[in-house]
């Protein structure tokens, strides 16, 4: 059957579309000149770690209460424990999915609670008082004023592309959480943002969230958000990093107040880790360059330690999910070395990993697990050394 369509058609999606890419041009190139907030980042330690290398592995949920769990994320509360979401239902992208979290407390980290539901479509639409069909990818941490906020992807139509962004707080390490509140990014369709990976703060009690589109284009962009003059209130405004149609799902490290280091999940056919910097903050980042990483079009995670270094944590292949490893860098993220496979089975799944290093410097990684378990290991920068020398014998 052939499909005709007249000029006004024509020049309204014309409209739509140009509306939806020029808008966040505008809005990052004006935003340049209106903050002056720089990256909040720790020094880097030089005190020699004595420490026993260490190594745990668990699951965070061994006796899962959905079929299908998907994209965790983990933080540090104030009390030194923590907490840790991802979604999960019946399948990906079904009507029952909700979000999930469990928590862990400071004296004892290998005891997890058992998972409850912190959001899902029913109380999303009740909250948000619009149609909410399913319920996707999330993110937790804690901000500069305690808060532990929750960030997550509701879908009203389609897929992916008909996502928007809310948010929730707690008050009270994840025990009570407020209502959610949807995050206006657009004045038109404010559709098609995403989240994924780990916030980054700012010297002004702000923070940066690397988020990504997925309408009209797939595109990686920050979404920035800043404390307003009144109690709880919250300005967000987005700006589009450098990386065509090919890159999503953005790992950014800062290491200086001005100098960070983005990666990638590629969706090209080039089928490796991708690298952006930026030399002004977030606000401008170079073309995206290959690595020599591999990415079978999969979600990567990387965090700055405290002794200078890069942790990446990708999966290694060019075409599945099938392992898991680690690998390290010690000239901000243009050269690696592979120290560890952590998972690597046949025919399974091992993907979408999330990394935290605590205030105890101990680093925890979260990640899917066959699509049934969210698996936890925490290990410390002794087991690191550890690797690396065993991979230079």
């Known amino acids: 059957m052939k499909v005709v369509m007249d000029k006004r058609s024509v020049v309204f999606l014309f409209i739509i579309t140009l509306l939806l890419h020029v808008l966040p041009i505008w809005r990052h190139y004006s935003d340049c000149n209106r903050s002056s907030s720089t990256f909040a980042v720790n020094s880097v330690s030089m005190a020699v770690n004595d420490s026993m290398p260490m190594m745990f592995k668990e699951f965070i949920n061994p006796d899962p209460v959905s079929e299908m769990v998907h994209v965790s994320s983990i933080c540090e509360l104030r009390n030194g424990g923590l907490a840790a979401v991802w979604y999960g239902g019946t399948r990906e992208g079904s009507k029952d999915t909700a979000i999930f979290l469990s928590t862990s407390g400071a004296d004892n980290k290998t005891t997890w609670s058992k998972p409850e539901v912190v959001v899902d479509r029913k109380s999303a639409s009740q909250e948000l008082n619009r149609y909410v069909k399913k319920i996707g ?110 890159f999503i799902q953005p790992s950014i490290v800062a290491y200086e107040p001005y100098l960070a280091t ?100 101990i680093i925890h990684l979260v990640y899917t697990w066959q699509r049934r378990h969210i698996k936890h290991l925490a290990f410390n920068e002794p087991w690191i050394d550890m690797q690396i020398k065993g991979t230079k014998r």
Request: with cysteine; proline share 4%.
């Open 137 to 246: 990818n999330s993110i937790i941490f804690m901000d500069s004023e305690d808060r532990l906020w929750l960030v997550y992807v509701t879908i009203a139509f389609g897929g992916w592309s008909g996502s928007s962004l809310n948010f929730k707080i707690s008050y009270d390490g994840g025990i009570n959480w407020t209502n959610s509140q949807r995050i206006n990014l657009s004045p038109f369709f404010n559709v098609s943002e995403l989240v994924r990976n780990n916030p980054v703060f700012l010297d002004n009690d702000g923070f940066v969230i690397p988020i990504y589109h997925e309408c009209l284009g797939r595109f990686p962009e920050i979404l920035w958000v800043r404390n307003g003059n009144k109690e709880n209130e919250f300005h967000f405004r987005k700006t589009r990093m450098a990386g065509g149609r090919s």
């Open 262 to 361: 983005a990666f990638y999940r590629n969706l090209s056919s080039d089928r490796k880790i991708a690298i952006s910097t930026t030399r002004d903050a977030g606000h401008t980042w170079s073309e995206p360059q290959n690595l020599k990483l591999p990415n079978p079009d999969s979600g990567i995670n990387a965090v700055h330690l405290s002794n200078g270094l890069i942790l990446m944590a990708f999966n290694d292949s060019r075409e599945n999910r099938e392992n898991l490893s680690l690998a390290i860098s010690d000239d901000s993220g243009h050269n690696w070395r592979h120290i560890s496979t952590i998972e690597n089975t046949q025919g399974e799944e091992f993907s979408y990993p999330y990394m935290i290093q605590t205030s105890d410097k």
